[in-house]
């Protein structure tokens, strides 16, 4: 027996696993273990044991009252019909003693109302599910998504970026607000970018990565953004965590908080303006490879393992002529190279940044094997 029981839960496993990844039962589950918790259990315990006794009851005195029910048989057809009763669709016609009459008069009318109040419940709760969702008070439920904790114009646009990319990740949006600012397509979770229960719900203990935007230009936005990366990082240190910041002081003090990739977008405008205004098309070519510009998407991938031991024109030239891209640099760990010396050579491990219309058959990098790399 035992050994059956060990063989059925083994084949039942992967199943389950599959119907528990399901974002969708996630959020019913994190919602009815809210509710379950304020809920009176003695209360609806107390209704299903009442609707049971009276359906046994009736069972037994009916068959007790009918002559022609008298056995094991119609013990179970009384049983049937004691059921049908209680939900409103017996048979009349059942029973044609006065005491049976009397028994499914009192069994329609109690039993009707207790299973009303259950369904009043369940109804209930399908409406504060409804509610909730939509006021962004649940729980995301995805697995290796995007968490944009925080809102502003970089959000929006970020969004409307990661909509269009191949990667096709999920992305949820934590911001404290009473709808959601990204539109449809993004699922809303209002919350604190800084209380680790809010985070929860987002999902960030499963995501691939999170990303921080500051919710206006000062200080305090810089130091809130610090905050909810030191708190990602003591609940999920193997998230990869990408901060915008405000002020270029702040960078040392988001490096300490172990942010894996911080964008002083200040900083970077600059800097941008000033190369294009010594050379000109600069700031158009470079905003059109980043805004995934008619063939110009950018991407890191994966190399193929024939490709390691290759120098760098070798490299260039397989990857636009087997996947028409271009090449801009190589990420070897930490670093990336963008001019590597003429002696260098593709080790294992490596990967390339390119320039190319779509993927092909090169395969993305995803954020949490970026983070692996790193």
Excluded at 249 to 254: G, L, N
């Amino acid at each position: 027996m035992r050994r059956v029981r060990t063989w059925v839960l083994h084949v039942l496993r992967a199943p389950l696993r599959a119907l528990a990844a399901v974002p969708a039962l996630r959020r019913v589950a994190f919602h009815a273990n809210r509710i379950s918790a304020g809920l009176d259990l003695h209360f609806f315990r107390t209704l299903v044991l009442s609707l049971t006794g009276i359906v046994v009851v009736a069972t037994v005195v009916v068959t007790v009252l009918e002559p022609e029910k008298r056995s094991l048989g119609g013990l179970v057809d009384s049983g049937y019909w004691a059921v049908t009763t209680v939900i409103g669709s017996g048979d009349a016609s059942f029973v044609t003693s006065g005491g049976g009459y009397l028994v499914g008069w009192l069994l329609a009318f109690f039993g009707v109302a207790i299973v009303a109040a259950l369904t009043a419940a369940i109804v209930g709760f399908v409406i504060e599910f409804l509610l909730k969702e939509g006021q962004g008070m649940g729980a995301a439920g995805y697995r290796d998504h995007i968490v944009v904790c925080g809102w502003n114009g970089t959000a929006r646009e970020l969004i409307e970026e990661l909509k269009g990319d191949e990667f096709d990740a999920k992305v949820v949006v934590l911001h404290d607000s009473e709808r959601s600012p990204a539109g449809p397509g993004c699922y809303f979770v209002r919350g604190d970018t800084t209380s680790a229960e809010d985070l929860e719900r987002a999902g960030v203990p499963e995501a691939a990565a999170a990303i921080i935007c500051p919710s206006d230009t000062s200080n305090e936005a810089d130091m809130r953004s610090i905050l909810c990366v030191l708190a990602i990082e003591s609940m999920a240190p193997q998230v990869r965590t990408v901060v915008e910041v405000n002020n270029p002081k702040h960078v040392e003090h988001v490096r300490r908080a172990h942010a894996d990739e911080i964008l002083v977008t200040s900083r970077l405008a600059s800097r941008l303006l000033a190369r294009t205004a010594l050379y000109p098309g600069i700031a158009a070519l470079v905003t059109d490879m980043v805004s995934g510009g008619e063939g110009s998407e950018l991407y890191r991938v994966r190399l193929p393992d024939e490709y390691v031991d290759l120098g760098l024109d070798d490299l260039s030239k397989r990857l636009r002529g087997e996947h028409s891209a271009t090449l801009l640099a190589v990420a070897r760990g930490e670093r990336t190279l963008a001019n590597p010396p003429s002696d260098f050579r593709l080790a294992q491990g490596d990967t390339a940044i390119v320039v190319a219309e779509s993927l092909g058959d090169l395969h993305p990098l995803r954020p949490d094997e970026a983070l692996d790399l790193d």
